[in-house]
């Protein structure tokens, strides 16, 4: 059952996070439903500006009403990612997202505010919820001068402004995070300060975590070990996400691990079995891989085990 994030939101703050998973392609897709449903788990779909290329939008919406099809028992919202202004009110208008992000966090922040009121008049008009982000992740290094550091994480004050004044379901904050597989030089360092201010100034509202992967470091051997070259990959430790969840964050992006699975798997089979030119061969194993992946990670976000009270606050 596909529903908003705003009801996701709503069972889940202040007690646990939902996991937002990206997804490309059939495997991922069984992968995900499986592993959500073996955890007992509300989930968010992400589907990024690159994903809806890669194949077509319309393979992507269509793998998903066939999941909730094969797997009725699911709920989840389907939202998308880091997406443009153009790319949004596409998704609004297909009726099909329940829930779209407008990035315009490298914009200034008047222009950021303009673009992003655009879109929740439109998102809203349809009953589509709407993430907004302020701040602007990545590069936030333990090196790093602390002004300069803190340049790039939200500042507290303007993310209530920002929220009164582009009327945005949710907010991704930059806490020190980044995308893709190195995230830290030294020791990874969120900062929790900053989040407990934003949630002092914006008490009840749901808060977004982008560039959440863990980066799980046996994943990293393996793939090394099966000729990758991912030496110092480096993710956030996943003990923290409940800490986050108590300070509003209701929402944890991850895509990244999605692929270091299926590069484990995929370098795995080929160096092992190199007489394999089955494609469901490393495909069954991926999946499979997928689905414990996610379900451990719900168990992380306390995510795992909440499908029946969501259900129930369904109606
Ligand atoms: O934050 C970005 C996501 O990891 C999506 O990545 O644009 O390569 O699909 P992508
Ligand atoms: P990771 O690169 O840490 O998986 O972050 C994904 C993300 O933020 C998608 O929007
Ligand atoms: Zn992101």
């Not at 937002?20 to 069984?30: D, F, G, K, V």
């Not at 300060?193 to 009840?204: N, Y």
Request: hydrophobic letters at 40%; one cysteine or more.
């Amino acid at each position: 059952m596909i529903v908003t994030t705003k009801k996701l939101f709503e069972a889940a703050y202040g007690k646990y996070a939902i996991g937002a998973y990206n997804i490309n392609n059939l495997e991922q897709t069984i992968g995900l439903f499986r592993g959500n449903l073996r955890s007992q788990a509300p989930f968010i779909i992400q589907i990024s500006k690159g994903a809806r290329a890669y194949s077509d939008k319309v393979f992507l919406e269509g793998l998903i009403r066939s999941a909730d099809e094969v797997f009725p028992e699911a709920i989840f919202a389907v939202h998308l990612d880091h997406g443009d202004e153009e790319t949004a009110m596409d998704c609004i208008e297909s009726g099909f997202y329940s829930s779209v992000m407008i990035d315009a966090s490298h914009e200034d922040f008047e222009t950021n505010i303009a673009i992003t009121r655009r879109v929740v008049d439109a998102a809203h008009a349809r009953g589509i919820v709407v993430e907004a982000e302020l701040g602007q992740l990545g590069g936030v290094e333990e090196h790093v001068q602390v002004a300069e550091a803190d340049a790039k994480l939200t500042d507290p004050k303007q993310a209530r402004e920002f929220v009164e004044r582009t009327g945005c379901d949710s907010l991704a904050v930059a806490i020190g995070t980044s995308h893709g597989a190195f995230k830290f030089s030294g020791t990874q360092s969120l900062h929790f300060d900053v989040l407990a201010d934003i949630q002092k100034e914006l008490p009840g509202f749901p808060l977004v975590l982008h560039g959440t992967s863990s980066v799980p470091q046996d994943e990293v051997a393996r793939i090394n070990a099966a000729g990758g070259k991912l030496e110092g990959a480096k993710g956030v430790d996943a003990s923290q996400f409940k800490q986050a969840a108590k300070l509003g964050v209701t929402k944890i992006n991850i895509d990244t691990d999605g692929r270091l699975v299926w590069t484990r798997v995929h370098r795995e089979v080929f160096r092992d079995h190199p007489e394999v030119f089955d494609l469901r061969n490393p495909g069954k194993i991926f999946i499979e891989e997928y689905a414990k992946y996610i379900a451990e990670k719900n168990a992380y976000l306390g995510s795992a085990g909440q499908l029946p009270a969501v259900r129930a606050l369904l109606g």
